[in-house]
């Protein structure tokens, strides 16, 4: 009995030990599985407005960055209006991603209105129009073009009385490049055009009773959509066209644009920063230099246009 | 006719200039560093030639030294008698060829010195050095001292002491203007330049003033100056030394020096060129080790 | 009726004056017309200039930045002249479409010297040197194009300005013939007016009148009484006679100047020569003479172009033209002055010598003789120097025309010299070019190296490494190349059998030929040994047949083919690859011309054509963009020592 006694009483010891390192091990499980879930997979929500191959571009070097890396990439490719990058940006915000990516001024400023609880990283911000929209939860690339230099490369091949500029009053970045332009081009008694258009076909309807010396697209998506549908329109008038997003095949004269490499460069960092644990507030915004001057020689020569040799010299590329 | 044939003259003489530049001195060479643009310098220059010409009854005559290569080889090979150097150009050609200053022209504005810029854009975030950490900077050349070296000397007197690691990237233009441009285009954060180039294009695109912020500069440097070669005749040296230097007192060389948009010469010396060795040594850099190119 | 008489006669004078008035305007404006046609042919020369000058500038862009660079003064200088070339253009001409061309051209030149002085001044890295090179020499070649398209535009100029002169003249003629049938008609209405109004009075003078009326000019009335009507017809008789004399050397002076006309006409046919006969017979025909002499200025003697047996010496000549006064024409009524006594011989008729000059020096004269009717009068005087003026103009013409084409000509030549000279400068610049080329891939080296030093990341240290290993292999190249080159001295000459040596280099080049998939045709003909130098020889083939693999990367057929001429023998290497096209054919024999980027050193070619010249033979090439190309060597059985 008392044999039997203590064995009853060992085997509940045992029992209760068992119990013990059972429990222990569950807690350290479910922890390490939730440990090991939460370093595993993230999930970045992206918004590329549709139609601007220069955002893609740098969203291409941000993957190729990331590559290896355990993410999972949600992209909404919404036509760059309001509505449609509100949208986007509100499906992202549903569907509980971990970091927003936002691309364009326009993206940018569509989805902080929507105050979303998730750090916003954006790139590629026009930075004079994002200052107002500023938020705890948001960091970012931005960049600022010295309108300046546009105007004086242009001045340097042609004569210029009258330049219009293409921008679209619903995005902010593109309405204050507008008055930048207006500004610069008063020192140099340039009359400025404003060439409000709402959507991309607009533009050519609007060109074709107005005179001008050239044309200069601002950053909006809508404008730099429009690029493509006048490219011969400018050739068949020799009207240079500048362009503050590239868009080559359209082939403007001159662009002036932040090198998509550098600005994807930038972004890994932020967004590296971001995954590692860091709030958005503790990481700094990114607005150091890096502009690249494309110069189509090419377009130059058709038009018959002077060939200012500093702009062969100072441009990052030229295209023949 | 007379003149096809010339110019085959002049090509085929050319081959054989650095042979022949030894025996005669019946010509003075004297070299000139690009400034702008070649054909405008060399209108500038040509009356002083052709005044020396006259005065001295030996041929002068200039020579563009493209900034392609070495300077102090291309100076060797060409036989140069002598050149108008820069600042930082000068000293190595003093410490290198053993060429002595000889004068250097006033500017219109009644400056013959100039100094190095730091400079940004206006709109940018760098106020002073210490935002300019993790930038871009645009450097003239490694042969320049107030395009460099000026800026390095400048580096290091705060306690950088290896600036190329200071910044996230840095490059070298090639040109005065090409920094300053690199940086109103913003592909440049920083940059580094002469301070009569940038005056000039502040004089000639008034707009640009407005543009840049000027965040430091260097003490008065001696800019453009005339440097003889050792091997001239120490009497040939002093007529041109005393020529040149009084100039302005003779109605025809006051039209030379107007075409040459300066007001007069005056006398140099290695003196003059002390607050560039300072730089130098302040810079960290061996004049006989240092590799410019 | 005397008042009456008085007037019309005084139209009638007031029509002829206005008459000789509008033909002596003419004259004077056809000869204008003339001097600006010969002051084109001369803008020709300025263009000429400025084609050469921009042409010397852009054959030194090519090689520009590769030597130490002397060529940079010459580039300076050249474009000065250039410079100075337009602002001379800008200086005279005046239509409105060469005025906008000149803009063009100048603003060119403004272009063309901003991206020189930057092509020159710019060490920043050699994509953007690259860039201005290729601007710079586009640019040139736009200010060449623009230049010759002014070219065109001076020359319609020139054919406009001769029409419109050969116009003038012929207006002139419809003017003075119009002018001179409505004298006559207005005679004949004054007359006939007059006539009416005195019927009754006149009666006696209405068959004269009608006789008159049917243009027997000259006709006389007869009168019996001495009265007023007495006094009517012997005016009327004057009238008569005057409009007689009148008509008479009105068709006189008609003729005469078609038979201007008609001179000038051979005259202006410059191109061709004159045809001397045509003129004389002309100048005959003109002063209605028996004879006319052409003597033109040849070799210090004045000689007749028709019949050779006259001939004065220059010396006589112009101390007759001196005694004359230098006048244009001269009638010579006895025997000329004791100053010329050769002159004597031929004189002893009335002669009228017309003067022929060219730029204020006599070259010629023309002696117009005639025994009838007492010689010759002051109107012959005056259109012998209207036609003295002509002739010399036309002289002149042909003259300047002919310097024109030698001018042409030489200029022609001594391009083709400079070429020629340039090309063997560049051969004689090689030792420092190719130093030079070996600093560029050094300074690489260096300058990767010191950027490896300072860079921690092993991809970039290694990609640094790479190109380190690149640049050392193209010095390695240059070097190798160099030795081949410098090795030349040394030549041995031996027997060597072309066909044995063809093999030898197919077996060196069989493992590359294979690789890139090329079939091989072998067509050895019967061919003797020729003296050469075994070694030298091969590297030409091996260097043709890299080439031909190069051309063919991909695939194709590769042709050797051997063969006697009847100078030697030929060795052809064929291949069916990309060709060359025809705007850089001329220039693949020049040193460091490469097509291959970064794989050539550009020597290949020069090095090639130096060896085969050496042997006393050449090398031929025709080519075919995309359907191949086909380089012919040809060498003599024994070269010259």
């Known amino acids: 009995m008392d044999i039997l006694l203590k064995g009853k009483k060992d085997f509940m010891k045992l029992l209760k030990l068992v119990a013990f390192s059972c429990s222990i091990l569950i807690v350290l499980l479910t922890l390490l599985i939730k440990e090991s879930s939460a370093r595993e997979k993230k999930t970045i929500g992206v918004i590329i407005p549709a139609g601007v191959p220069y955002y893609e571009k740098v969203h291409g070097y941000i993957l190729k960055k990331l590559e290896g890396e355990n993410i999972d990439f949600l992209i909404q490719r919404p036509f760059p209006d309001t509505i449609a990058l509100s949208n986007a940006a509100r499906k992202l915000i549903a569907y509980d991603v971990d970091i927003i990516l936002t691309y364009g001024t326009g993206a940018t400023i569509a989805a902080l209105r929507e105050r979303p609880y998730q750090p916003v990283v954006y790139v590629g911000v026009y930075s004079p129009a994002i200052e107002k929209y500023r938020t705890r939860t948001a960091t970012g690339v931005e960049f600022r073009t010295p309108v300046f230099s546009i105007i004086r490369y242009l001045y340097s091949m042609k004569e210029l009385k009258r330049i219009g500029i293409v921008y679209n009053p619903h995005e902010i970045d593109s309405l204050y490049q507008v008055n930048e332009f207006i500004k610069c081009c008063t020192h140099f008694q340039i009359s400025v055009i404003r060439l409000e258009i709402r959507s991309p076909s607009e533009l050519k309807r609007i060109l074709s009773n107005i005179n001008v010396d050239a044309l200069i697209f601002t950053t909006s998506s809508i404008a730099n959509i429009a690029l493509s549908e006048i490219h011969d329109f400018a050739i068949n008038n020799r009207i240079p066209v500048a362009s503050l997003l590239p868009r080559r095949e359209s082939r403007p004269v001159i662009s002036l644009y932040p090198s998509p490499k550098r600005q994807a460069e930038k972004a890994v960092l932020i967004l590296q920063k971001i995954l590692s644990g860091r709030k958005p507030e503790e990481v700094q915004k990114d607005l150091s230099a890096d502009m690249e001057l494309l110069f189509d020689l090419g377009v130059t020569q058709k038009m018959n246009l002077k060939i200012p040799a500093e702009l062969l010299t100072e441009a990052t590329e030229v295209i023949y | 006719m007379i003149r096809l044939f010339l110019i085959l003259l002049t090509i085929i003489s050319s081959f054989s200039l650095p042979l022949h530049a030894q025996e005669r001195k019946s010509e003075i060479l004297i070299g000139l560093i690009p400034e702008e643009n070649i054909f405008r310098q060399m209108d500038r220059y040509r009356p002083l030639g052709e005044y020396l010409t006259k005065r001295l009854n030996i041929k002068v005559r200039f020579t563009i030294l493209s900034r392609y290569g070495d300077i102090i080889d291309r100076f060797k090979a060409r036989g140069l008698d002598g050149a108008f150097f820069g600042a930082f150009t000068g000293v190595l050609a003093m410490e290198r060829l053993g060429v002595e200053p000889l004068v250097r022209p006033v500017n219109l504005d009644g400056t013959s010195t100039a100094e190095g810029y730091i400079f940004v854009r206006s709109d940018s975030e760098i106020k002073s050095l210490k935002e300019m950490k993790g930038k871009t900077i645009a450097f003239v050349d490694r042969a320049t001292a107030t395009g460099y070296i000026f800026a390095i000397a400048f580096l290091k007197e705060h306690g950088i002491d290896n600036p190329h690691r200071y910044f996230r990237e840095y490059y070298f233009t090639g040109s005065h203007d090409s920094a300053l441009l690199s940086v109103l285009d913003g592909r440049a954060d920083i940059g580094v330049a002469k301070s009569t180039i940038i005056k000039k294009r502040f004089k000639k695109e008034p707009f640009m003033e407005k543009e840049i912020t000027i965040i430091a500069r260097s003490v008065p440097l001696p800019d453009v100056t005339l440097c003889l070669s050792k091997g001239i005749d120490p009497s040939l040296r002093e007529k041109i030394k005393k020529i040149l230097l009084e100039m302005d007192r003779d109605p025809e060389g006051r039209i030379v020096l107007q075409k040459l948009e300066a007001s007069r010469f005056i006398s140099s010396s290695k003196e003059d060129f002390i607050p560039v060795y300072n730089l130098i040594k302040k810079a960290g850099i061996d004049l006989k080790t240092y590799r410019y190119r | ?641």
């Not at chain 3, 040394?490 to 060196?508: A, H, P, Y």
């Open chain 3, 1 to 641: 009726m005397k008042r009456r008489l008085i007037i019309s006669l005084a139209i009638l004078f007031l029509l002829f004056t206005a008459g000789v008035g509008v033909t002596v305007f003419y004259i004077y404006t056809v000869t204008k017309e003339l001097e600006t046609v010969i002051s084109l042919h001369r803008v020709e020369i300025i263009r000429q200039n400025l084609v050469i000058n921009a042409q010397t500038v852009q054959s030194h862009l090519y090689t520009i930045g590769t030597a130490f660079g002397s060529e940079v003064d010459v580039i300076v200088e050249h474009v000065s002249d250039l410079d100075r070339s337009v602002q001379t253009c800008m200086g005279c001409h005046h239509s409105e479409e060469l005025r906008a061309k000149l803009q063009d051209l100048s603003n060119i030149l403004e272009q063309y010297k901003d991206a020189l002085s930057a092509l020159i001044t710019t060490t920043a890295n050699i994509e953007r040197i690259e860039r201005l090179r290729l601007v710079a020499i586009n640019l040139g070649n736009t200010l060449l194009n623009t230049a010759q398209e002014m070219a065109f535009i001076a020359d319609q100029r020139l054919y406009a300005k001769t029409k419109s002169a050969l116009k003038e003249i012929n207006n002139s003629r419809i003017i003075l013939f119009i002018t001179l049938s409505l004298a006559f008609f207005i005679a004949l209405t004054v007359a006939v007016i007059f006539t009416g109004q005195t019927t009754k009075s006149v009666a006696t003078l209405i068959n004269t009148t009608r006789e008159l009326k049917a243009g027997r000019l000259g006709i006389t009335a007869s009168y019996p009484y001495k009265d007023e009507f007495r006094e009517l017809a012997e005016a009327f008789n004057d009238m008569s006679r005057t409009l007689k004399k009148n008509h008479d050397e009105l068709l006189l002076f008609t003729k005469r100047l078609s038979d201007l006309y008609r001179v000038t006409i051979p005259l202006y046919s410059l191109s061709e020569g004159l045809a001397y006969d045509d003129v004389a017979e002309i100048i005959k025909e003109l002063f209605d003479a028996d004879r006319c002499r052409i003597i033109l200025l040849d070799n210090s003697h004045f000689r007749d172009i028709s019949s050779k047996e006259l001939h004065l010496h220059e010396k006589e000549v112009e101390a007759l033209y001196l005694y004359y006064n230098k006048e244009p024409a001269i009638i010579i009524k006895e025997t000329p002055p004791s100053i010329a006594p050769g002159l004597l011989d031929i004189v002893q008729e009335p002669l009228l010598l017309i003067w022929i000059k060219q730029q204020d020096r006599l070259s010629g004269l023309l002696m117009v003789y005639k025994k009838r009717q007492g010689g010759f009068n002051d109107t012959d005087l005056r259109i012998a120097a209207i036609l003295s003026n002509i002739i010399s103009v036309s002289f002149m013409n042909l003259k300047l025309m002919e310097d024109l084409k030698a001018q042409m000509k030489e200029l022609k030549e001594t391009q083709e010299q400079l070429i020629q000279a340039a090309k063997l400068a560049a051969l004689g610049e090689m030792a420092s070019n190719i130093a030079h080329e070996l600093n560029n891939p050094l300074t690489s080296i260096i300058g990767f190296s010191e950027l490896s030093l300072e860079e921690t990341d092993i991809d970039t240290i290694k990609r640094d490494l790479k190109i380190i290993e690149q640049e050392s292999l193209r010095a390695k190249e240059i070097v190798n190349q160099l030795l081949e080159f410098a090795r030349k001295r040394s030549i041995q000459i031996s027997d060597v059998n072309l066909n044995m040596l063809m093999k030898e280099v197919l077996q060196l080049a069989s493992l590359q030929l294979k690789h890139e998939n090329i079939t091989i045709e072998e067509r050895y003909g019967d061919i003797p040994t020729i003296k050469g130098d075994h070694n030298q020889l091969k590297q030409v083939f091996l260097n043709l047949i890299n080439n031909a693999i190069f051309a063919m990367a991909g695939g194709g057929v590769l042709t050797i083919r051997t063969g006697k001429m009847d100078d030697g023998v030929y060795v052809d290497v064929e291949d069916t690859g990309h060709g060359i096209p025809p705007d850089i054919l001329p220039r693949i024999f020049e040193p460091f011309f490469t097509t291959k980027k970064e794989k050539g050193t550009g020597l290949g070619l020069s090095i090639s054509y130096r060896i085969i010249e050496s042997h006393g033979g050449r090398i031929e090439v025709k080519s075919e963009v995309n359907k191949g190309t086909r380089f012919t060597v040809i060498l003599p059985i024994n070269p010259p020592s």
